[in-house]
């Protein structure tokens, strides 16, 4: 994890937003810490809640089609795409609109944290709510390349309608590592650059280097706008059904 985003929504106000950015590598109790210190300096987040959402944005998950999952080989599952320890924590999402199943490594720390400040929450993966988002918002079977870059992690999801080729994440230090991963993922799928959409969100501008890199190999590239930012935060709902 590289930093830590807040989204509050009000039934009388504007949402509100904000992110702090964290050291790299930061060990999950130094997170703990980080994210303490934020809930108690910042007045808007000490103030009630009435749905408390937690997002994980990270590397560590994969994948499982909802008819061969079993809930007693999590780790089975994650430990040919991960590295996990022993003592590590796993939890899965079930989406319902994918028929597919998550599992990651949620951080027990904060989850005990946001339970004892609030009670029951609910918490997600950000490639769960990558492929809700998705399916509410692409409901035709042209294959689409939807690519979220959030700090230094990139997340990649190919879809054509109900059927995901691919969904994946990658750690990014500048442009040339974004266009690499974009190209490298539609040429595993064999997949024509002049023929794919890609949808980029996240920290993603028009005028920034990451998306001209783009742009100079996938012609049909869209950005989306800054009202549909933070793009996963504002897409919970869907993961949530």
């Given at each position: 994890m590289t930093g830590l985003s807040f989204l509050l929504e009000y039934s009388d106000a504007d949402p509100w937003s904000y992110e702090h950015k964290l050291p790299s590598g930061l060990h999950p109790g130094d997170i703990l810490l980080e994210l303490q210190e934020l809930m108690?300096?910042?007045?808007?987040?000490?103030?009630?809640?009435?749905?408390?959402?937690?997002?994980?944005?990270?590397?560590?998950?994969?994948?499982?089609?909802?008819?061969?999952?079993?809930?007693?080989n999590?780790?089975?599952?994650?430990?040919?795409?991960?590295?996990?320890?022993?003592?590590?924590?796993?939890?899965?999402?079930?989406?319902?609109?994918?028929?597919?199943?998550?599992?990651?490594?949620?951080?027990?720390?904060?989850?005990n944290y946001f339970f004892d400040r609030y009670g029951d929450f609910t918490f997600l993966h950000s490639a769960t709510v990558l492929l809700a988002?998705?399916?509410?918002?692409?409901?035709?079977?042209?294959?689409?390349?939807?690519?979220?870059?959030?700090?230094?992690?990139?997340?990649?999801?190919?879809?054509?309608?109900?059927?995901?080729?691919l969904i994946n994440a990658f750690a990014v230090n500048c442009p040339e590592d974004f266009a690499y991963y974009l190209l490298f993922c539609m040429e595993q799928l064999q997949l024509d650059p002049k023929e794919v959409t890609a949808v980029l969100s996240g920290t993603i501008k028009e005028d920034d280097p990451y998306f001209e890199l783009a742009y100079r190999y996938i012609k049909d590239v869209e950005v989306l706008s800054a009202s549909q930012q933070p793009f996963l935060l504002k897409n919970v709902a869907g993961a949530c059904e």
């Amino acid at each position: 994890m590289t930093g830590l985003s807040f989204l509050l929504e009000y039934s009388d106000a504007d949402p509100w937003s904000y992110e702090h950015k964290l050291p790299s590598g930061l060990h999950p109790g130094d997170i703990l810490l980080e994210l303490q210190e934020l809930m108690s300096s910042e007045p808007r987040l000490e103030a009630k809640a009435e749905e408390v959402v937690v997002i994980y944005h990270h590397t560590t998950f994969t994948f499982v089609p909802e008819v061969l999952f079993e809930p007693n080989n999590l780790a089975d599952y994650l430990k040919y795409n991960a590295k996990i320890l022993p003592r590590d924590y796993l939890d899965y999402d079930l989406l319902k609109s994918r028929e597919m199943v998550n599992v990651y490594v949620p951080f027990t720390n904060i989850n005990n944290y946001f339970f004892d400040r609030y009670g029951d929450f609910t918490f997600l993966h950000s490639a769960t709510v990558l492929l809700a988002a998705i399916a509410q918002t692409n409901n035709t079977n042209k294959t689409q390349l939807n690519a979220h870059l959030d700090a230094e992690t990139l997340l990649i999801a190919i879809t054509s309608g109900r059927k995901v080729a691919l969904i994946n994440a990658f750690a990014v230090n500048c442009p040339e590592d974004f266009a690499y991963y974009l190209l490298f993922c539609m040429e595993q799928l064999q997949l024509d650059p002049k023929e794919v959409t890609a949808v980029l969100s996240g920290t993603i501008k028009e005028d920034d280097p990451y998306f001209e890199l783009a742009y100079r190999y996938i012609k049909d590239v869209e950005v989306l706008s800054a009202s549909q930012q933070p793009f996963l935060l504002k897409n919970v709902a869907g993961a949530c059904e």
